[in-house]
């Protein structure tokens, strides 16, 4: 039977959410919430539809609720027909996610959860409500998008090879036509540059992006980012925090990639060389195909421990995903 899935969120890579699922037969995509309402069907969502609805404000034109509280409206009453959701949702402030699954916990619902936040106390945060997620039997897998996700899961499978890890060491490239197709994920990028920090770039208004991004030729330089691969290649015990760095370069007026996105494990060998294990992701494969695809790899996944009685937080690096036909 496929998986009743639902998204929150439908901003960018809420919307390239709804196309990957388009094409998948094990997973059936039934709701989706924006601030404006939400949208359910049980017999499933077509993606352009969905996002056709979306220029006019809101999902909820799709046929389900058009107003304020469309995510606590949707917990309340949509839920209950979803095995799982991927929170697409906007990490700012830092602690949204965390509220948010609050109120799962409060709603007594019971299912899988999983999200593609990013950074290191966001995620400490939901680290913490281990126990509230396992009393409320939800399974909930924490940073399942592409950094920390896909990356810090090779990551943890790239430092079998040694018998010390010195330096995990993360470069993505990121190319996108229009940042305002990935507003929040922008915003959240603006918030790890020197000067700026989640409040502050919350706070910025369309145009004072543009205007940075004018200054700086469309593109986000960044480096040693707070980053939830180290807490998370760490909570292994695979190396210290402070052995992992991440960074990149994020182009908002082109799609090409400015940069390979690159992973390098290096470390020592029982024979005591040192080496170093390098994955470069293809150019071709855009953030939300590396975002939204181990996603619900992590939530079919997730839904396999559901069913076993595995409820509890997890992470990226705990588990393999598994692939969604």
Same mark, same amino acid.
């Given at each position: 039977?496929?998986?009743?899935?639902?998204?929150?969120?439908f901003?960018?890579?809420?919307k390239?959410?709804?196309?990957?699922?388009?094409?998948?037969?094990?997973?059936?995509?039934?709701?989706?919430?924006?601030?404006?309402?939400?949208?359910?069907?049980?017999?499933?969502?077509?993606?352009?539809?969905?996002?056709?609805?979306?220029?006019?404000? /809101?999902?909820?034109?799709?046929?389900? $609720?058009?107003?304020?509280?469309?995510?606590? =409206?949707?917990?309340?009453?949509?839920?209950?027909?979803?095995?799982?959701?991927?929170?697409?949702?906007?990490?700012?402030?830092?602690?949204?996610?965390?509220?948010?699954?609050?109120?799962?916990?409060?709603?007594?619902?019971?299912?899988?959860l999983?999200?593609?936040?990013k =950074?290191?106390s966001?995620?400490?945060e939901?680290?913490?409500?281990?126990?509230r997620?396992q009393?409320?039997?939800?399974?909930?897998?924490?940073?399942?998008?592409?950094?920390?996700?896909?990356?810090?899961?090779?990551?943890?499978?790239?430092?079998?090879?040694?018998?010390?890890? #010195?330096?995990?060491?993360?470069?993505?490239?990121?190319?996108?036509?229009?940042?305002?197709? $990935?507003?929040?994920?922008? =915003?959240?990028?603006?918030? #790890?540059?020197?000067?700026?920090?989640?409040?502050?770039?919350?706070?910025?208004?369309?145009?004072?992006?543009?205007?940075?991004?004018?200054?700086?030729?469309?593109?986000?330089?960044?480096?040693?980012?707070?980053?939830?691969?180290?807490?998370?290649?760490?909570?292994?015990?695979?190396?210290?925090?402070?052995?992992?760095?991440?960074?990149?370069?994020?182009? /908002?007026? #082109?799609p090409?990639?400015?940069?390979?996105?690159?992973?390098?494990?290096?470390?020592?060998?029982?024979?005591?060389?040192?080496?170093?294990?390098?994955? /470069?992701?293809?150019?071709?494969t855009?953030?939300a195909?590396?975002?939204?695809?181990?996603?619900?790899? $992590?939530?079919?996944?997730?839904?396999?421990?559901?069913?076993?009685?595995? #409820?509890?937080?997890?992470?990226?690096?705990?588990t393999?995903? =598994?692939?969604?036909?």
């Amino acid at each position: 039977m496929a998986i009743r899935v639902g998204v929150l969120g439908f901003g960018g890579l809420g919307k390239a959410a709804a196309r990957v699922l388009a094409g998948k037969r094990e997973m059936i995509w039934v709701a989706a919430v924006d601030r404006g309402g939400y949208a359910y069907h049980p017999e499933g969502l077509v993606a352009e539809a969905a996002l056709t609805a979306a220029t006019q404000g /809101t999902v909820g034109h799709l046929g389900g $609720y058009v107003g304020p509280d469309s995510l606590e =409206r949707a917990i309340a009453q949509v839920a209950p027909h979803v095995d799982g959701f991927f929170l697409a949702l906007p990490n700012l402030p830092n602690d949204f996610i965390a509220q948010t699954t609050r109120q799962f916990i409060a709603a007594g619902w019971s299912g899988v959860l999983v999200d593609a936040i990013k =950074r290191t106390s966001a995620v400490t945060e939901l680290l913490t409500l281990g126990d509230r997620l396992q009393g409320a039997r939800i399974t909930y897998l924490t940073g399942c998008g592409a950094t920390p996700g896909l990356l810090t899961a090779a990551a943890a499978l790239a430092a079998q090879s040694f018998a010390e890890v #010195h330096r995990v060491d993360i470069r993505f490239g990121v190319g996108i036509a229009n940042w305002q197709a $990935y507003q929040a994920t922008i =915003r959240e990028d603006i918030a #790890h540059m020197p000067g700026y920090d989640v409040e502050t770039a919350r706070a910025l208004t369309d145009a004072e992006i543009e205007a940075l991004l004018d200054r700086t030729d469309g593109r986000l330089t960044l480096a040693n980012m707070e980053h939830a691969d180290d807490v998370l290649l760490e909570r292994l015990g695979i190396c210290d925090r402070r052995q992992v760095t991440v960074g990149g370069v994020v182009d /908002t007026r #082109h799609p090409q990639k400015p940069v390979s996105t690159t992973l390098q494990v290096t470390g020592r060998t029982f024979e005591g060389a040192i080496a170093t294990h390098t994955l /470069t992701l293809g150019d071709e494969t855009s953030m939300a195909a590396n975002v939204c695809g181990p996603a619900f790899g $992590y939530l079919k996944a997730g839904w396999e421990m559901h069913q076993r009685g595995w #409820h509890g937080i997890f992470t990226s690096a705990d588990t393999m995903p =598994r692939f969604v036909r």
